[in-house]
């Protein structure tokens, strides 16, 4: 049995050689943490740990930190992420800190959206905030594991107490440039990543030639990779991911499945929303099944957008329910 | 060279209001470049200003001048009695020269027409693209001559984040993605090699964040100071 | 035109300004332009220049 870098849940399944699940809660813009606990509530018991998103899309929303304590207080283990375009390092220290003493065990590092997402449809977000990206995702894993495995600060004074984290980096393998993602991966492992997102995968024989080209890189001898399922709610998101989402690309045969689902239901709207949200279950287990058939692929990251009810079903149809339990939990 | 633009003709004339004499105050060198602020432009925004005065019954005396440069006092020392004449003047300069006038001018302000906005090239006329975000620590060697400073909207160090969309940047597809052009550069270049290296967290006091900075070249200083003694 | 633009800023209707080629052998082809480029002007009326400064004298 390997020695645990944090001992949190998600850790020690992966560890047990069982495929792992992650799900993903969105904190809400307001002060009242009730739909966090409610969120927390749907999804317990059918992932592992839940992503807890850092104000995605540059929206601000209950920060990360803080609904990764309420969603664990609720019994879910979270998965807190801290985005680099928010804090220099000196915040992102003390947050981690912080995160640690306050029991958080799963973060993830990513570059997070640029400010001017913000402003988008109906919000005005902050697109004229400053910039931060004082440091970058690979440097951000870098100064987790100095802060685990040193007990140090990126600037080397010692830390009291190490906090023990268990460490995420995320990887779009489809971007630009393809041929580039690979050692793109390969710097974050290397930088101390224990475990890796995907964004959400269609084309899975397009990321499984991702995948063999960094296994080949050695990105998988010590870092577990859990593929991004993006569940499909419509043939429209489908077609809208596919065109507009850097990184996702949707194969035509999907796209056109769905669509068949949604004249199967004739002029009925309501009808329309249940069978395409009934076809995006069957294709989200399908995927998941997919992808975990490629080597390396030690578990799935399913993002259930706005739909967190969609888990359950998706885990209990992909044969991957009850998720794994520890006597000493 | 900078690059700026002037500021919108609405908010000029708002800023020369209560003033009686304005001088608007040209630069030939950057910001004649860009066409934002040169001796031309000084004195097209001068005759704005002044028919516009006269479109509104406003009772204001415009006037325009440039000198080469308002970074180096040598230039504008020549005309600064002159200068100092007028109750306002209006610098078509870029915020340096605003800021260096203000320190030799007296007891007279010295407004911006001009928003300075970056460090810059012109690929070709009338298109000017800022190439360069002053860091202080060049590691262009490393980035195959393409500034990921400057050129990344997140200013990432170690590669390309998950935004880029058929090599354009996630901001907007009037940018290129920079990760995309380095790769693509160092492709060619042969020294792929070096972007797997892990680059590690920036030393940032070397640019704005560490305050302003001033640089003092001894050998220069001193032997300047030995001329004035004489 | 760059000059059209500039007048419109100033609030001043860019057919108030007209760029015509031609050589000093045409004369008539002058005396036309003139002629008809005035009338159009007087049917504008005053430009918002022409206002402002009688404004001035007035007060």
Not at chain 1, 116 to 124: H, I
Not at chain 2, 146 to 154: E, Y
Request: hydrophobic share 40%; aromatic share 6%; with cysteine.
């Amino acid at each position: 049995m390997t020695t645990m870098k944090s001992g949190s849940n998600l850790e020690r399944v992966i560890a047990s050689g069982q495929p792992a699940v992650t799900g993903e809660l969105g904190p809400p813009m307001s002060a009242d943490p009730a739909e966090v606990v409610h969120k927390a509530h749907v999804l317990k018991g059918f992932c592992d740990a839940a992503n807890i998103t850092d104000c995605q899309t540059a929206i601000v929303r209950i920060s990360s930190v803080a609904a990764a304590v309420i969603a664990q207080r609720e019994g879910l283990e979270p998965v807190m992420q801290m985005t680099c375009r928010d804090r220099n390092r000196i915040a992102m220290q003390a947050d981690l800190l912080g995160a640690a003493a306050l029991g958080v065990k799963n973060c993830l590092c990513i570059a997070g959206d640029h400010q001017s997402f913000g402003k988008a449809g109906k919000l005005n977000g902050h697109p004229g905030a400053k910039n931060v990206y004082d440091v970058d995702t690979t440097q951000l894993v870098g100064i987790l594991k100095k802060m685990r495995d040193e007990g140090l600060q990126q600037g080397g004074d010692k830390l009291q107490v190490a906090p023990k984290f268990h460490i995420g980096a995320s990887w779009t393998p489809l971007g630009d440039p393809l041929d580039f993602r690979p050692v793109n991966l390969k710097k974050k492992v290397d930088a101390g990543a224990d475990f890796i997102q995907t964004q959400g995968i269609y084309d899975v024989e397009l990321f499984r030639s991702q995948m063999k080209k960094a296994a080949d890189l050695g990105c998988f001898e010590r870092t577990a990779m859990l593929a991004g399922i993006i569940v499909p709610k419509s043939a429209m998101m489908l077609k809208y991911m596919d065109s507009s989402v850097s990184g996702i690309t949707v194969p035509p045969a999907l796209i056109a499945r769905m669509a068949k689902a949604k004249e199967a239901a004739g002029d009925d709207k309501k009808k329309m929303k249940e069978l395409q949200e009934a076809e995006g279950i069957k294709i989200a287990i399908e995927l998941i099944k997919q992808v975990l058939d490629i080597p390396g692929v030690k578990g799935v990251h399913v993002m259930a957008i706005e739909w967190e009810s969609a888990l359950e079903p998706i885990v209990k149809g992909a044969g991957l329910y009850p998720r794994p339990t520890f006597a000493d939990a | 060279m900078i690059v700026g633009t002037q500021k919108p003709f609405p908010e000029i004339w708002e800023m020369v209001q209560g003033f009686k004499r304005v001088l608007v105050f040209g630069c030939n060198t950057c910001v004649a470049i860009c066409h934002a602020g040169g001796g031309k432009e000084a004195e097209i925004l001068a005759t704005m200003l002044r028919m516009k005065a006269a479109e509104e019954g406003v009772a204001i005396e415009v006037k325009d001048l440039a000198v080469q440069r308002h970074c180096e006092p040598e230039y504008f020392d020549q005309v600064i009695e002159e200068v100092r004449g007028y109750d306002l003047v209006l610098s078509a300069a870029c915020g340096v020269g605003v800021n260096f006038l203000t320190q030799r001018i007296g007891n007279v302000p010295v407004y911006p027409a001009i928003n300075t906005s970056f460090y810059g090239a012109v690929p070709k006329a009338g298109v000017f693209v800022e190439l360069c975000a002053g860091c202080g620590n060049c590691v262009l060697h490393l980035t195959g001559g393409i500034c990921p400073i400057a050129r990344c909207s997140k200013s990432l160090m170690n590669g390309p984040c998950g935004g880029t969309d058929k090599g354009k940047c996630e901001v907007s597809k009037d940018i290129d993605c920079a990760w995309y052009l380095i790769v693509e550069r160092m492709k060619e270049l042969g020294t792929l090699a070096k972007l797997s290296e892990i680059q590690p967290p920036r030393n940032w006091a070397t640019a704005r964040d560490g305050g302003p900075k001033r640089i003092v070249l001894e050998h220069i200083a001193e032997e300047e100071a030995a001329e004035v003694k004489k | 035109m760059y000059v059209k633009k500039l007048m419109t800023t100033l609030g001043i209707d860019p057919a108030r300004l007209e760029m015509f080629n031609l050589s000093a052998a045409q004369g008539p082809r002058w005396a036309e332009i003139c002629t008809q480029f005035i009338e159009k002007m007087r049917a504008f009326g005053p430009s918002p220049i022409a206002d402002g400064l009688r404004k001035q004298k007035c007060v």
